[in-house]
């Protein structure tokens, strides 16, 4: 079974950056489409970004997808070396607090939560203004 564990969460001002880091483990995931998603305090989990593990073009096109709240400040990347996926998120904001969740999708994209396969334990990021 995948395992994902998260970490890089934090307390940061309005403006400034966090890395999130996601470590899987495990068989056949090589494969898998990656991503990440958040959950706000009363509100639903919802999709963030997501990146095909091996590199292969998905999503129009793209080997990346980012929700459009997201865009131009949040950027997802992989260290295959490391089995690792990172979520750069400059220019934070306070509606960027939530709680961020590792994901893998054995078969869709991992842009939809109703089909992920495999999810981390989450960690908080709290924006203060």
């Known amino acids: 079974q995948v395992q994902l564990v998260e970490s890089g969460g934090g307390l940061v001002q309005a403006g400034d950056s966090l890395r999130l880091s996601c470590a899987a483990s495990?068989?056949?995931?090589?494969?898998?489409?990656m991503g990440w998603f958040r959950q706000a305090p009363g509100k639903e989990r919802e999709f963030v970004a997501a990146?095909?593990?091996?590199?292969?073009?998905?999503?129009?096109?793209?080997?990346?997808f980012y929700a459009d709240s997201v865009k131009g400040r949040f950027t997802i990347s992989r260290d295959n070396a490391k089995n690792t996926v990172y979520l750069q998120m400059n220019s934070l904001k306070p509606e960027d607090t939530a709680i961020y969740y590792c994901?893998?999708?054995?078969?869709?994209?991992?842009?939809?939560?109703?089909?992920?396969?495999?999810w981390g334990k989450g960690t908080l990021v709290t924006v203060s203004s």
């Open positions: 994901a893998a999708d054995t078969s869709g994209w991992a842009t939809d939560s109703s089909g992920i396969n495999y």
């Open positions: 495990g068989r056949s995931f090589s494969n898998y489409a």
């Open positions: 990146i095909k593990w091996n590199g292969r073009d998905t999503l129009y096109g793209r080997d990346t």
